[in-house]
C-alpha cells in the first residue's frame, strides 16, 4: 500500500510511523513554511489530569500512550505529575481532585523537596509521564526514516492520503477552529523540578514541565482566537506570575525562548480520524496530540490495513 | 423588558470556561437561556471560529467588555463588540482590580455615559450601591446588574438587604444579579427578591457536569421568577399557629398561684 501524509507534526509523524510498521509505503509531505503546533506542546502523557475538563473516551485512550512512545523513542519521564494550588485557592484542589482519577492527595516537598515550606499538600498523579516534545518528534522521524518513510516539501500527492496539517487543513475541514496557545522556555538553574508541576488558579492555571539542564516549559494559555501573532505581554506575565508562585526562583530564570501556536480544535475538543470524499483527515489535536495522535494513528491502520495484516 | 426586549428564560449564561464549545452549546440548551455574554477584549478580531460556534445557539448575544480596566479600554472594546456582533447591547464591565475584580465605580459612570450617548444599549455591572445606581441611570443605563458577590467566588447574595433595597429603590428599572452565584438556590432567591434576572457563568462553566448544572439553574430561575410573581408569604417573627389561642388557659399566669 502506498499512502501519502501531509503535514509532519505529532499526527503527521505517529500516522506515517505506524503505517510504515505494518508495511505501507509512505511519503510525508510537509512545506515546512509554519512550525508545527506540537513543538509547542508540553509533551505531557497526563490523561487523568486531562480528565479535568476532557471527556472520558480521552483518559482511557490516552492511558496506552506512554507505552507507545517508550516503545518507540526510548525511555520517557514516568514521575508522574503534581498538582498545586496557592492556599487562598485550595477550593481549586478540591474540584481538582472531584473531577479527576488516579490521583493520591501527598505533600508537595516529599515528592519534591524544592518546594519545601510552600505549598501544604498536592495531588499526585503518579502514573503519568513527560517528554521534550521537540526530541520526541525528532526521535519518531528518525524511527520513520528508518522504516523507509521518505520526506519531501512539496509533490504529488500519490497512494491513500491522510491529511494531518493541523490548523493549515481548515480549507478542507470547515468545522475546525483555532485556540491559541503562548508559551515560554526559561533557564533556571536555581529551581530543581523533577517531575510536571500544575498550578490551579481560578483565571491563570498553568503547568512546568522540566526538560532538563535546568530548562523548564511554561504554558500554557488557551484563547478562543486564530490569532498566531507574537505572545502577549498579559500571557508572558501570567505564566511568569503563576512560576514565580510555585518557586520565587524562577524570577531569576533566564527567558529563553516565548512562542505563540494555533492548536486546531474540532467543537467537543476531542482528536478524530475523519474520513472524507476518499481521504483521512487526523486532526484537532487540540491540546491532546500526544496523548491521542498514536491511538488514531493505529485505528487509522486499522481502517486501511487491518486485513493486510491479519492476512500477515 | 430589557431594552424594548421581552425574555421568556430570565437566565442568562456566560460562556467562558467550558470544557469545549460543544459542550456549552448543551448547556445553553439544557438551561433554556435566551441571552448569552461573550468576552472580546483578550480574543479580538481573532475569534471567529468561537464566536461562529456560539451563535448557531440562536441565543441574543450580549457581548461584553470583561479584562477592560479603564473607561478608554472599555469604550474600545464596545465599538469593536457592536461592529462584530451586529448588536448594540453590551454588558460594561470596568474592573477596579485585578485581583478582587471589584468594579471601578467611578470609570463605569464614565464608560456608561460615553456608550449611552453613543446609542449602546449598556448592562452596567455594578455594586449595589444605590447612588451609584442612579448615575448609571443619570448616564442613560436603562438595566442595572448588581453583583451577588465577587466574581468566581460562588457566595451568593452576600448583601441581601442591599439588593433587596436596590430593588425598592428602582422598581421601574430591570435589574439583574450578575456575578458571585454559586448555586441554583441563589439564583432562585435573587429572582424571589424580585430581580428581573440573574447572569451567571463559572457555576454552571466549572461544574463537573456543566449540563446538568446549566438545567437546574434554569429551573431554580424560572421557579424564583413563579414565586415572586405569586406573590410570597410575609416572613414572621413567631409561628402563625393555625388553631385560635383565644380563651386558652394561660399556664404562666396561673403558675405560682
Known amino acids: ?312 | 423588558m430589557f431594552y424594548g426586549v421581552e425574555l421568556e428564560s430570565r437566565l442568562m449564561l456566560g460562556t467562558a470556561q467550558y470544557p469545549s464549545p460543544a459542550v456549552l452549546q448543551q448547556a445553553i440548551q439544557a438551561s433554556g437561556t435566551e441571552v448569552i455574554t461573550v468576552s472580546l477584549r483578550r480574543e479580538g478580531q481573532g475569534g471567529a471560529g468561537f464566536r461562529d460556534l456560539i451563535a448557531a445557539s440562536g441565543c441574543r448575544i450580549l457581548p461584553n467588555t470583561a479584562g477592560c480596566h479603564t473607561a478608554a479600554e472599555a469604550v474600545t472594546t464596545a465599538q469593536m463588540a457592536r461592529e462584530v456582533f451586529q448588536t448594540n447591547w453590551i454588558k460594561l464591565e470596568v474592573i477596579g482590580h485585578a485581583d478582587t475584580l471589584q468594579p471601578d465605580p467611578f470609570a463605569l459612570v464614565e464608560a456608561a455615559r460615553v456608550l449611552c450617548a453613543d446609542g449602546f444599549e449598556v448592562f452596567p455591572y455594578t455594586t449595589e450601591d444605590l447612588i451609584l445606581g442612579e448615575k448609571l441611570v443619570e448616564a442613560g443605563c436603562q438595566v442595572l446588574m448588581p453583583w451577588g458577590a465577587p466574581i468566581g467566588s460562588g457566595q451568593g447574595l452576600r448583601n441581601i438587604d442591599g439588593l433587596r433595597a436596590m430593588r425598592a429603590h428602582f422598581p421601574d428599572i430591570p435589574l439583574v444579579v450578575d456575578a458571585g452565584i454559586g448555586a441554583p438556590s441563589q439564583a432562585a432567591q435573587a429572582m424571589e427578591l424580585g430581580y428581573d434576572a440573574v447572569l451567571l457563568n463559572t457555576a454552571v462553566a466549572k461544574a463537573l457536569d456543566p449540563v446538568a448544572m446549566a438545567a437546574a439553574f434554569g429551573q431554580a430561575v424560572r421557579a424564583g421568577q413563579m414565586a415572586a410573581q405569586a406573590g410570597l408569604m410575609p416572613r414572621r417573627d413567631m409561628a402563625a399557629a393555625s388553631t385560635p389561642i383565644f380563651g386558652m388557659a394561660d399556664f404562666s399566669a396561673s403558675e405560682g398561684m
Not at chain 1, 503527521?12 to 506540537?38: H, K, M, N, W, Y
Not at chain 1, 515550606?117 to 524511527?143: I, K, N, S, V, Y
Request: hydrophobic content about 45%; charged content about 20%; aromatic content about 6%.
Open chain 1, 1 to 312: 500500500m502506498i499512502c501519502t501524509v501531509l503535514g509532519a507534526g505529532v499526527a503527521g509523524l505517529c500516522a506515517a510511523t505506524v503505517l510504515a510498521e505494518r508495511g505501507a509505503e509512505v511519503r510525508v509531505i510537509d512545506p515546512g513554511l509554519a512550525q508545527p503546533a506540537s513543538m509547542l506542546a508540553g509533551g505531557m502523557i497526563a490523561p487523568f489530569c486531562e480528565g479535568e475538563s476532557a471527556p472520558d473516551l480521552v483518559v482511557q485512550i490516552g492511558q496506552t500512550a506512554a507505552d507507545w512512545w517508550q516503545d518507540r523513542i526510548g525511555p520517557i519521564t514516568r514521575r508522574g505529575t503534581l498538582v498545586i494550588a496557592p492556599s487562598r485557592d485550595q477550593v481549586e484542589l478540591d474540584r481538582f481532585a472531584r473531577a479527576t482519577s488516579g490521583h493520591v492527595w501527598s505533600r508537595p516537598a516529599e515528592l519534591e523537596p524544592a518546594l519545601e515550606g510552600r505549598f501544604a499538600r498536592g495531588l499526585f498523579f503518579g502514573a503519568e509521564a513527560h517528554m521534550d516534545p521537540r526530541a520526541a518528534l525528532r526521535l519518531l522521524r528518525t524511527r520513520a526514516d528508518g522504516l523507509g518513510v521518505t520526506f519531501a516539501t512539496d509533490g504529488d500527492e500519490v497512494g491513500q492520503v491522510i491529511d494531518c496539517r493541523g490548523w493549515a487543513a481548515r480549507d478542507h475541514l470547515p468545522d475546525l477552529r483555532a485556540v491559541r496557545g503562548e508559551m515560554l522556555l526559561v533557564d533556571a538553574p536555581d529551581v530543581t523540578l523533577s517531575r510536571t508541576l500544575r498550578l490551579l488558579h481560578p483565571r491563570f492555571p498553568c503547568y512546568i514541565v522540566p526538560r532538563g539542564e535546568g530548562r523548564y516549559m511554561i504554558g500554557a494559555t488557551m484563547v478562543e482566537s486564530a490569532d498566531s501573532g507574537p505572545v502577549t505581554a498579559r500571557a508572558v506575565m501570567e505564566l511568569l506570575s503563576a512560576a514565580y508562585t510555585v518557586h520565587p526562583a524562577f524570577a531569576e530564570a533566564r527567558v529563553i525562548e516565548v512562542s505563540a501556536g494555533l492548536r486546531p480544535a474540532f467543537a467537543d475538543n476531542i482528536p478524530v480520524l475523519r474520513q472524507l470524499d476518499g481521504r483521512f483527515y487526523l486532526n484537532g489535536m487540540y491540546r491532546h496530540g500526544f496523548l491521542m495522535a498514536p491511538h488514531l494513528a493505529e485505528q487509522l491502520a486499522d481502517t486501511l490495513m487491518g486485513g493486510l495484516q491479519n492476512a500477515g
